[in-house]
């Protein structure tokens, strides 16, 4: 175990699979942070287009776990088990943060509030090259509104080591919604601080998993919402679902 002078504030953890086109992008918003208590943990599934080559040349504090199976959320698990850091996030191969003071902003929310079990903030999409604000304007934090939304963006979540091992981790049994539903879990214990500031930037591309799955994932959301939710809230879920799935899914992914 890492002596506690030693560990970094920060552990981000990097999963990736095949990722050579968009990994750069996003640990070079690690590197360019200000704040620079922080490692880079790689969960890598096995990747054969240079993707390990460029990890092995990052420059930084970092841990390489190769050839990890068994679907994001292991991949996630695997990360946090080898994490050194009191607070973990999960930034995927093909997300970047939003600008080099974003560890700096997170760590200071922390030192301001050094009972908050985790941190988030707001994000923007990155559409072929193009960032531009979600379609849906941003939401304060309830669990009355993040049962009806994901309002927690993945890309900009920070949470306290100690969080995710007395939850257990993800559920492997979610293959695309397991952050939403670990919102879910955590949300039930601990309220966040929510950043009213841009943090995280998610990279909308035909490759990503959201995309390619985009009925599975819209659908284990809402398997979650029923999984977390009070029973008297199912019906309007229900009615949710049948409306969301009519107007959302034949847009286009913005």
């Not at 973990?88 to 080099?100: F, K, N, Q, R, V």
């Not at 669990?143 to 100690?162: D, M, Q, W, Y």
């Not at 969080?163 to 993800?170: E, H, K, N, Q, R």
């Not at 500031?197 to 998610?202: E, H, M, P, R």
Request: glycine share 6%; with cysteine; hydrophobic share 40%.
């Amino acid at each position: 175990m890492t002596p506690p002078d030693r560990r970094p504030f920060f552990s981000i953890v990097v999963c990736s699979w095949n990722s050579a086109a968009f990994i750069r992008d996003c640990v070079q918003s690690v590197l360019d942070q200000t704040f620079a208590s922080y490692e880079i943990v790689f969960v890598d599934g096995g990747s054969t287009d240079g993707t390990l080559e460029y990890i092995a040349s990052v420059p930084a504090a970092k841990t390489v776990l190769n050839d990890v199976r068994g679907g994001i959320a292991n991949a996630m698990n695997a990360g946090i088990r080898a994490a050194h850091g009191q607070v973990i996030a999960h930034l995927h191969s093909d997300d970047y943060y939003y600008g080099p003071r974003t560890l700096e902003r997170v760590h200071g929310v922390f030192a301001e509030h050094p009972a908050a079990a985790w941190v988030y903030g707001w994000f923007k999409n990155d559409v072929d090259g193009i960032v531009k604000d979600p379609p849906y304007s941003a939401r304060s934090y309830s669990r009355a509104a993040l049962l009806r939304r994901n309002i927690v963006p993945h890309c900009a979540t920070f949470v306290r080591s100690e969080v995710f091992a007395s939850l257990g981790g993800f559920d492997p049994a979610y293959r695309l919604a397991m952050d939403y539903d670990m919102w879910l879990r955590i949300s039930a214990r601990h309220a966040p601080v929510q950043i009213e500031d841009c943090l995280g930037v998610f990279r909308r591309h035909s490759a990503s998993a959201t995309t390619v799955n985009r009925l599975k994932s819209f659908n284990e959301d809402f398997r979650a919402r029923f999984v977390h939710g009070p029973a008297w809230h199912w019906p309007e879920f229900g009615v949710r679902y049948l409306v969301r799935r009519f107007r959302d899914l034949r847009s286009p992914i913005a």
